[in-house]
C-alpha cells in the first residue's frame, strides 16, 4: 500500500519506517520535497521510502497519517491540499500542545472542540481517524514492547475506515481486544485530554514507554 506521512519528526519517522518494514511505500512529507531530515530517513530505508512536499505526500498516499505539531497541522493540512486528501483515510496522531509557557504543556483547544473535530470540519471530504495519540511513537509501533495488554482508542464519523484503521494497526502488533471504539470524532476531546495526564506521568516514571489499559468489572 502506498502511504502518506504528513511530518518528518521523530513520531513520523518512527511510523514511517514500520511501515516500510512491513512492505508499504511510504513517502514522508515536509514543507520543503529536501527537508534534511526526510532525506536522511529515505537514504536509511531504501526504495519503499521517499520524500516529498505535504502536497506530494498526500497525493501519494491512499492512507495518511498527520504527524505534525497539533498547532500546525492545519495549515499542514491545507498546504497537502484538500483535493489530495479528497475520500481518503486521515489517521490524526496529533495533539493540541501548547508550550508557550513552557512544560508541562496545556492544550490549545479542549472541552466544546478537539483539533479531530477541527480537521473533519475543515477537511469534510476525508474521513478522519483519530487514533495513536496517548502514546508514545515506541509503543506505537511496538505494543509488545510492554509487559501486559493494554489500550487503544479509536474515533472516526466512518465505520469502514476505522475498521481499516484497526486492521493496519494489527499488523503493528496490537491485539483485536485491546481497541476501544469511542465513536465519532467528537470523542477526539477526551483523547487528547489525555495529553497533560500523560505528560505528568511521563515526569513521574521517567519514560514515555507506558499506556493505559481500561478494566471493566466482572
Known amino acids: ?10 513520531v513520523g519517522q518512527t511510523l514511517a519506517s514500520k511501515l516500510v518494514s512491513l512492505g508499504h511505500q511510504v513517502k514522508i512529507g515536509s514543507r520543503s520535497a ?7 530517513w529515505v537514504k536509511k530505508h531504501g526504495a519503499n521510502a521517499s520524500q516529498g512536499t505535504f502536497s506530494d505526500t498526500a497525493k501519494f498516499g491512499e492512507i495518511v497519517f498527520n504527524c505534525t505539531k497539533g498547532e500546525a497541522s492545519l495549515e499542514a493540512l491545507n498546504r497537502a491540499g484538500r483535493t489530495n486528501l479528497k475520500s481518503k483515510i486521515l489517521l490524526d496522531v496529533s495533539n493540541p500542545l501548547d508550550f508557550s509557557k513552557g512544560m508541562p504543556p496545556s492544550l490549545l483547544i479542549s472541552n466544546t472542540d478537539s483539533l479531530g473535530e477541527q480537521i473533519q470540519q475543515h477537511f469534510p471530504d476525508s474521513k478522519v481517524v483519530k487514533t495513536l495519540n496517548t502514546i508514545s511513537n515506541s509503543v506505537m509501533t511496538n505494543p509488545r514492547s510492554l509487559s501486559d495488554s493494554h489500550t487503544i482508542f479509536l474515533a472516526g464519523n466512518d465505520s469502514d475506515a476505522k475498521k481499516k484503521v484497526k486492521d493496519l494497526l494489527i499488523t503493528f502488533g496490537w491485539q483485536e481486544n485491546e481497541f476501544i471504539d469511542l465513536g465519532d470524532i467528537t470523542a477526539s ?8 495526564l500523560w505528560v505528568r506521568l511521563m515526569g513521574v516514571l521517567k519514560t514515555g514507554a507506558f499506556n493505559f489499559k481500561i478494566v471493566k468489572q466482572l
Open 189 to 196: 476531546r477526551g483523547v487528547e485530554m489525555f495529553l497533560p
Open 34 to 40: 529536501s527537508n534534511d531530515k526526510g532525506a536522511e
Open 1 to 10: 500500500m502506498n502511504i502518506g506521512i504528513l511530518g518528518s519528526g521523530i
